[in-house]
Structures are given as C-alpha cells and as structure tokens.
C-alpha cells in the first residue's frame, strides 16, 4: 500500500490521506463501434530548454508523441492542437505546425485516427483586422492540415469574434471556408468559460438559444462539408436540443467536460459522440466504459463513468480556461512525463489545495496508475509549496 501525505485544505488545515488501490480497467484491443471518441491531447513541454516558457514554447517531442501513441493504444481517436494543448494560450500557430505534421505521420504509422485544430490565432485581433483577414487566416490553417492529409476541426476564431458585425459575417466567413475544404470538417463552438474572447460568438451576444439557430444555419448550408460539430457549453440541456435539431447525417460531439456520461449514453432520440479534454485524463477508464457501452452493459458503463464525473468538474472548475494545468498534472503522477512544467509557466495556474483534491478525486476514480509512484510525485508538488512531511 503507498505511503500516506499530508494534504492541505483551503484556509491552512492539513489531512492525513492514504490512497487506496489502483483500478484494474481492462480494455479490449478492438475499436469502439457504438460511438466516436476524440479525445484532445495535451503537450509536454521541454523543461531544459533555454528559451522563455511565455513566449518561445519548446516541446518535448518524444513525451508528447509517446502520450499520443497511449491514447491510440486505448482506441481513442486524437483530436490534435487544440485548447487542451494549451493553443493560442501557450501554443503558438507555428510550434502548432510542427505537431500537426508529427501527430499525422505518427497517426499513419500505427493506423490511429487523427483530426487537428484549424483556426485564425497566427491573426492577432485589432481595429484594422477585416473579415477578409479573418477568412484568409481559416484557409492558410487549413491548407496546411489538408495539405498535410489531415481532417479539420475548425476552431472558433478570436479575431472573428473582434471584427464580426453580426451573424452575417459568421455565415459568410464559415460559408466560405466550407466551401473550399476537401474533406468535411468538424465544426467547434467554444463557449466563453474556456476563452472569454469568444464571448457573443456566432453574433449574439447572451443569447446562445439565437447563437445556436446562426450555427444551425451554418450547417444546414454546408451539411455535406459538415462531419459533425463539438459543443463545449457545459449545458446538457443546449447540447440535446442542437443534437436534435442537427441534419441527417451531421454528428453531434460532446465537449461538454461536466456532463458527458449522460450525453454520450444518449436517449431515445440520439446520443452524442465525444471529442474531450478530459479523456486526455481519464482514458483508462473512459476506453473500458465505452466498450461496456458497445457491449450494451449500461450499469457497467455508468459504474466505470460516475467516479470519473466529481474529477472532471473539479478538473474544469472555474477558471475554466485553466483545466489544462489539472491535465497535465495527471499526465505527471502517472508516469506519462518526467516533470510538472508547462508551456506558458501554467503549471502555476491552479492552487496547491486544488491540485490535492485533484489528487484525492483521482484515487478515488481509481485513476492514480501506480499510487506509490503517486505520492512519490506529489511530494516535491507540496514541497514546492512549503509542505513538508509530518
């Protein structure tokens, strides 16, 4: 059994607290057939480069691609570049390239599913950006993947949501762009609790019920360049009324980090399929869940899913933006990387108390790997912090 830590609470008291034993998730060498999931992957950074962390990332490239390969391994498809990796906050366009281009050669070698972020954030928003600025931004980003035999995830725009007048600009610039693909894409909408510059997206701002018609009419006019389309809301509710409003033939993916066993186990009229930050967290599990879901075992589904839930949304709590420093540490505890740094020094974007609880709700999902290796780890995380051992 690991050793016991002594763990922080909020306001300076301490616990004692002993992680029990890792789960056993068993997970078939088949893919999923009953659903598609994407799970979104995070980046290592280079902890000895000497370049700045805020402005010069540098990526460890053989940790990140080896975390890919574990993802593949487990059946997930790999949604590449996106916000989990910390893109446009940390991750730049151009160090963005280098891993498209080696996440889709890497994705060939082993026969694994690949989808990679398209967006404008080369595009610095301003007064004298234009929507023909915008529209050029999209189509440099997605020749690149296209041209790379990539598929598209078209990523919200920070500089659309600048300069857009209304939806009208919305319609014309995803109008445009969809026209021009050569494959169809999956479209993202991002709410403004993972980037407050989105706020209003779509051209309606604290309205996401008249947001959601512009998008749907998006759709419905390019339904054949359309794969499917990722709502990060966080609202069930909004992701079931779209996910039956959508066309034939268009899926919906989850992106919804608070509710998802719900929306991927689905109802009479549908389910969601899933393109997920967290799985990048909770992958053991979610891989087993998915195929009892195949299987059709729904108790066994909910059983491996429900301790996953309390994790996520403490992973996600607010600021949303900074999940990603709750992801990565995951990664570090269980083994997947040597270190806790991240791109951007967001290593220090959430508080020791809330990377102890972190640690509590992982155990007790059953996702801490090895625990002795665990508490091994968390160790120098308290030192850091001026905890030491009682």
């Not at 893919?31 to 460890?60: M, Q």
């Amino acid at each position: 059994m690991a050793k016991s830590l002594l763990l922080p609470r909020a306001g300076g008291a301490f616990y004692e607290y002993t992680p029990g034993e890792a789960a056993s998730f068993v997970v078939p060498a088949k893919p999923f057939t009953g659903r598609i999931a994407f799970s979104a992957a995070h980046v290592v950074c280079d902890p000895f480069a000497d370049a700045d962390p805020l402005h010069d990332a540098r990526i460890d490239w053989t940790a990140t691609l080896a975390y890919r390969h574990h993802l593949w391994s487990l059946g997930f498809a790999v949604a590449e570049a996106m916000d989990t990796a910390q893109r446009g906050m940390g991750l730049d366009w151009n160090r963005s390239k280098e891993l498209i281009r080696a996440s889709i050669a890497e994705a060939r070698s082993v026969g694994g599913k690949i989808a990679c972020g398209a967006g404008t954030d080369h595009l610095h928003p301003g007064p004298s950006v234009t929507i023909a600025d915008v529209e050029a931004a999209y189509e440099e980003q997605v020749g690149f993947i296209e041209g790379e035999g990539g598929q598209v995830i078209l990523m919200a725009s920070r500089a659309l949501a600048a300069c857009a007048r209304g939806p009208e600009d919305y319609e014309r610039v995803y109008g445009r762009i969809l026209g021009q693909v050569k494959q169809p894409v999956i479209l993202h909408w991002l709410g403004d609790m993972f980037d407050p510059a989105l706020a209003g997206y779509w051209g309606c701002k604290d309205d996401l019920d008249a947001a959601m018609d512009v998008c749907l009419r998006v759709i419905r006019a390019n339904a054949d360049k359309v794969d499917g389309i990722k709502i990060s809301l966080l609202d069930a509710g909004k992701e079931i009324k779209m996910r039956r409003l959508l066309p034939e033939g268009v899926k919906m993916y989850t992106g919804d980090d608070f509710n998802y066993p719900e929306l991927i186990k689905g109802d009479e009229q549908g389910c969601s399929h899933a393109l997920l930050g967290i799985f990048d967290a909770i992958a053991p599990a979610a891989a087993q869940a998915l195929h009892a879901l195949d299987a059709g075992d729904m108790a066994r589904y909910e059983a491996i899913m429900e301790p996953t839930v309390a994790l996520s949304r403490h992973i996600f709590q607010k600021p949303t933006y900074a999940y990603k420093t709750g992801i990565v540490f995951m990664a570090y505890l269980n083994g997947h990387q040597s270190h806790f740094r991240m791109i951007g020094g967001a290593e220090g974007s959430r508080s020791i108390v809330h990377l102890a609880e972190l640690f509590v709700l992982a155990d007790r999902a059953g996702l801490l790997a090895d625990p002795e290796l665990a508490v091994e780890r968390m160790k120098p995380v308290l030192a850091l912090a001026g905890i030491r051992p009682q």
